[in-house]
């Protein structure tokens, strides 16, 4: 195992450590037994997830005198629903989990946004800990708190803030990974870059390659640095009420408009539709003389290098889904009253809130880069 990494998300009383290590899931247990009362644990997990390595948390587990109790779900998106949530809860409730017991998730931020959401309402707020599998899980999901589901109205229109007690992320996981996973992670990498960190934005261009290969220095880097900056985002600004959170957004707008567009499938994965809306958040910022056109080149050149699509038509959205496309938006939870926040950016690593956007000008701009 490598020296593990600690990051402190600093939330005062529901503050709790992120463990990175290359093979950590062999202390995973002894890392999880002071989290929880039960030596019985219900680990949530999924149908890839669980096969390839559940027997090796199993291991680790009850080398530290904790039974495992594994809840096995459908893969992908779909699972973050009404009715996996509702069996969640049933089979959660059955194993007579206590609000001093720690549910764990183990698997992608589609396990641990519904597995963080179910802890967060069972016995009105039972404790969980996130054990992320996928690289946007580790670098993103898994820390801070934002839990939930979709619902046939959007993206994760039903959830709560509900803190994990710890982040365990073993990135020896992502070996198994598929490519197409691990250039959907990238996506929320390089988001961090282009919110507040232009040197972080180089070394992707520079490195991102060796990232996406997994070589392991790359890896570690990229999460670290992306676990740090998230973490000070979540201690600024927990629920989103002050304009700093909002910042992790940049791309999404556009991008669970895409996704809700093309039914939350396998067409397009989360992690590539906020590469295409933040694509389009760069190209509509210089549109509005905001951003140079040469960082939005940039950009663009950045993610097709890592294979990302960046152009909604890439995706199959057909050049009348503009209107469709802002109907979805207006379920953005950003909104408040008749104003729709967007992330725009100044250039990169100068994303901004702004709140002068007229839903009309977005959906011209959609409707003209749909054109092509
Ligand atoms: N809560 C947050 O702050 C936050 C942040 C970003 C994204 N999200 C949410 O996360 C979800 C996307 O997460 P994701 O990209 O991890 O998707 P995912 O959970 O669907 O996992 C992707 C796929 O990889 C498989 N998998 C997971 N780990 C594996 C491994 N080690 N080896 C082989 N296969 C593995 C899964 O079974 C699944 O098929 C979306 O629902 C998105 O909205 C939430
Ligand atoms: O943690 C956050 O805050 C984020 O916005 C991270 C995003 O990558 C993530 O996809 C999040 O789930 C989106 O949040 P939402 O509030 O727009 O649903
Ligand atoms: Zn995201």
């Known amino acids: 195992m490598t020296q593990p990494l600690i990051v402190p998300v600093a939330l005062g009383d529901r503050g709790y450590d992120i463990h990175v290590a290359d093979g950590l899931l062999a202390r995973a247990g002894a890392l999880v037994a002071p989290l929880t009362r039960s030596r019985r644990i219900a680990v949530v997990t999924d149908e890839n997830v669980w096969p390839l390595h559940g027997a090796a948390l199993r291991r680790s587990f009850e080398a530290a005198g904790l039974g495992v109790h594994p ?23 059955a194993l007579d989990i206590t609000r001093a017991d720690a ?64 982040v365990i992320a073993d990135t020896a996981l992502l070996a198994t990974l598929p490519p197409r996973e691990r250039q959907a992670g990238y996506a929320e990498i390089v988001k961090y870059g282009l919110i507040n960190d232009p040197a972080f934005f180089d070394w992707c261009e520079a490195q991102g390659r060796r990232v996406l290969a997994l070589e392991p220095d790359a890896v570690a880097h990229a999460v670290a640095q992306s676990c740090r900056a998230k973490a000070a985002v979540v201690a600024a600004d927990e629920r989103e009420t002050a304009d700093v959170r909002a910042l992790l957004n940049l791309g999404h707008t556009f991008g669970h408009a895409l996704e809700a567009e093309t039914g939350f499938g396998t067409a397009l994965l989360h992690g590539e539709a906020v590469a295409i809306g933040m694509a389009q958040a760069f190209r509509f910022s210089a549109a509005r003389g905001l951003c140079p056109p040469a960082d939005a080149e940039r950009v663009v050149a950045h993610l097709a290098a890592a294979g990302l699509r960046t152009r909604a ?15 979805h938006m207006l379920h953005d939870k950003k909104k408040l009253g008749d104003t729709l926040p967007f992330i725009l950016a100044r250039g990169i690593g100068q994303a901004f809130v702004a709140k002068d956007v007229a839903l009309a000008e977005v959906e011209r701009f959609l409707a003209d880069e749909l054109r092509g």
């Open 103 to 166: 549910i764990v998730a183990f698997g992608g931020g589609v396990i641990g946004d519904l597995t963080g959401f179910a802890a967060a309402i069972l016995k009105r707020g039972t404790g969980f800990v996130q054990m992320p599998t996928t690289l946007l899980a580790m670098v993103d999901s898994s820390v801070g708190g934002k839990t939930g589901i979709n619902t046939a109205a959007g993206k994760n229109l039903v959830g709560a803030f509900h803190q994990p007690r710890a």
């Open 313 to 327: 038509a890439e995706a199959g959205i057909t050049a009348d889904a503009a209107p469709r496309l802002v109907a």
């Open 71 to 93: 809840l096995v779900l459908g893969p992908g998106e779909a699972s973050k629903s009404f009715t996996v949530l509702a069996d969640l809860c049933d089979a959660l409730l």
